[in-house]
């Protein structure tokens, strides 16, 4: 008995898998890219607070700079910002309503009230500098500079600027870690810590423990960032600001500076200085070059120079253009881009430098003792020698 076959389906064609697998291996190559890109970044801002000696130095630059401000400008404080200034309360008000900040010295037109607004903003940048409760100063010293700058917005120069900015960015920052009254305390404290036993704490207070420790970590890795980024856009839009004007691309941008007569502190300086044209080009092409490549040369050994060429930038400026508040303040956001391993060198270099001339330096007293006693020996002893013993 015959049986019916079924008819033959023509197979069908081969799909073309090789494109299919190739985009698919492009996406998981992609996708895990990303994935440690992100991992990478979230382990940076969490793993360890970064720049602590850098935020320490921004702490202490910026307090001791607005605090020598704030002196220098004592016997001139009514006229900026008392009620014997022309710019009065009301014109301030007025400028509030465009600007959006605001200021506390505004809240009274008393002589009292404003003589003690003054001396609470000087106590405030002492503490602030020496890093006594440095959270709560260091929110103090916010307010203090916003209230100070607003204020008289039109009576200072542009340094304020700056440090109104960075006086923000630093509450975020855990700047009172390191080279601070709160690290020796936290110090001693954990010396005394270690000789006493410590009751162990509970599940829960361990996990609220270590999630504060994560989120002050990353605010500060945050506040850090925020830095960087303010100084390099600092840095970048002046240099392509200058990169648009004919004068610093002829080279004589420099020479016009030096003879403005409202930026002359020593006018004999400024000519002088100006008698060179070739170092003030030199001086033009230089600046705009270091401040376009500034944001690009952060990463390697390149930034060493460049920094250092910065900071001949903000002295000469401080001296012949006499803008210390201004060039202070750029020195100190400088220091944020040094690494906490060359802070902590510093100081090993310094003490050796210290021991090393200690020791080559002989001690007066102790070469005329040594001078004046004989030295014992036999009859076949040699002659004394008398020589100074050296310093220890």
């Given at each position: 008995?015959?049986?019916?076959?079924?008819?033959r389906v023509?197979?069908?064609?081969?799909?073309?898998?090789?494109?299919?697998?190739?985009?698919?291996s492009?996406?998981?190559?992609?996708h895990?890219?990303?994935?440690?890109?992100?991992?990478?970044?979230?382990?940076?801002?969490?793993?360890?607070?970064?720049?602590?000696?850098?935020?320490a130095?921004?702490?202490?630059?910026?307090?001791?700079?607005?605090?020598?401000?704030?002196?220098?400008?004592?016997?001139?404080?009514?006229?900026?910002?008392?009620?014997?200034?022309?710019?009065?309360?009301?014109?301030?008000?007025?400028?509030?309503?465009?600007?959006?900040?605001?200021?506390?010295?505004?809240?009274?037109?008393?002589?009292?009230?404003?003589?003690?607004?003054?001396?609470?903003?000087?106590?405030?940048?002492?503490?602030?500098?020496?890093?006594w409760?440095?959270?709560?100063?260091?929110?103090?010293?916010?307010?203090?500079?916003?209230?100070?700058?607003?204020?008289?917005?039109?009576?200072?120069?542009?340094?304020?600027?700056?440090?109104?900015?960075?006086?923000?960015?630093?509450?975020?920052?855990?700047?009172?870690?390191?080279?601070?009254l709160?690290?020796?305390?936290?110090?001693?404290?954990?010396?005394?810590?270690?000789?006493?036993?410590q009751?162990?704490?509970?599940?829960?207070?361990?996990?609220?423990?270590?999630?504060w420790?994560?989120?002050?970590?990353?605010?500060?890795?945050?506040?850090v960032?925020?830095?960087?980024a303010?100084?390099?856009?600092?840095?970048?839009?002046?240099?392509?600001?200058?990169?648009q004007?004919?004068?610093?691309?002829?080279?004589?941008?420099?020479?016009?500076?030096?003879?403005?007569?409202?930026?002359?502190p020593?006018?004999?300086?400024?000519?002088?200085?100006?008698?060179?044209p070739?170092?003030?080009?030199?001086?033009?092409?230089?600046?705009?070059?270091?401040?376009?490549?500034?944001?690009f040369?952060?990463?390697?050994?390149?930034?060493?120079?460049?920094?250092?060429?910065?900071?001949?930038?903000?002295?000469?400026?401080?001296?012949?253009?006499?803008?210390?508040?201004f060039?202070?303040?750029?020195?100190?956001?400088d220091?944020?881009?040094?690494?906490?391993?060359?802070?902590?060198?510093?100081?090993?270099?310094w003490?050796?430098?210290v021991?090393?001339?200690g020791?080559?330096?002989?001690?007066?007293?102790?070469?005329?003792?040594?001078?004046?006693?004989?030295?014992?020996?036999?009859?076949?002893a040699?002659?004394?020698?008398?020589?100074?013993?050296?310093?220890?």
């Open positions: 008995m015959e049986t019916e076959q079924a008819p023509p197979p069908k064609a081969a799909a073309p898998h090789g494109a299919a697998d190739r985009e698919t492009l996406a998981a190559l992609a895990r890219w990303l994935s440690d890109r992100i991992g990478a970044l979230w382990a940076l801002l969490t793993a360890r607070p970064l720049s602590l000696y850098a935020t130095v921004l702490r202490i630059g910026y307090g001791l700079l607005y605090l020598i401000f704030l002196l220098r400008e004592f016997p001139h404080r009514d006229e900026i910002w008392g009620p014997g200034s022309p710019w009065t309360p009301a014109l301030a008000e007025q400028l509030f309503d465009q600007t959006g900040w605001n200021s506390v010295l505004v809240l009274s037109e008393s002589r009292v009230y404003f003589e003690l607004c003054y001396v609470m903003a000087l106590v405030t940048s002492m503490l602030f500098t020496l890093g409760r440095t959270r709560l100063m260091s929110v103090l010293f916010a307010v203090m500079v916003v209230s100070f700058h607003a204020r008289a917005i039109f009576m200072t120069d542009g340094g304020d600027n700056l440090i109104l900015l960075m006086s923000l960015y630093l509450v975020l920052t855990a700047c009172g870690r390191r080279w601070s709160d690290a020796r305390r936290k110090g001693l404290r954990a010396a005394r810590a270690a000789h006493a036993p009751p162990a704490k509970g599940f829960h207070a361990q996990r609220l423990s270590d999630a420790v994560t989120l002050t970590t990353v605010v500060h890795n945050c506040g960032f925020v830095i960087a303010q100084v390099c856009f600092l840095y970048g839009s002046a240099g392509l600001y200058k990169v004007g004919s004068t610093w691309g002829g080279g004589t941008a420099l020479h016009y500076a030096l003879n403005l007569e409202l930026f002359q020593w006018p004999l300086l400024s000519h002088l200085v100006d008698a060179f070739t170092v003030i080009a030199i001086a033009s092409y230089v600046t705009v070059l270091v401040q376009v490549a500034f944001p040369v952060l990463f390697g050994r390149l930034k060493y120079p460049v920094l250092a060429v910065l900071l001949g930038m903000h002295i000469g400026i401080a001296v012949l253009m006499g803008l210390p508040l060039s202070g303040a750029m020195i100190v956001a220091a944020v881009f040094l690494p906490d391993r060359f802070y902590t060198v510093l100081p090993r270099l003490r050796g430098a021991q090393r001339t020791a080559r330096r002989p001690e007066p007293g102790r070469a005329a003792e040594s001078a004046s006693v004989p030295v014992q020996g036999g009859p076949e040699p002659a004394p020698q008398h020589r100074a013993v050296p310093g220890r």
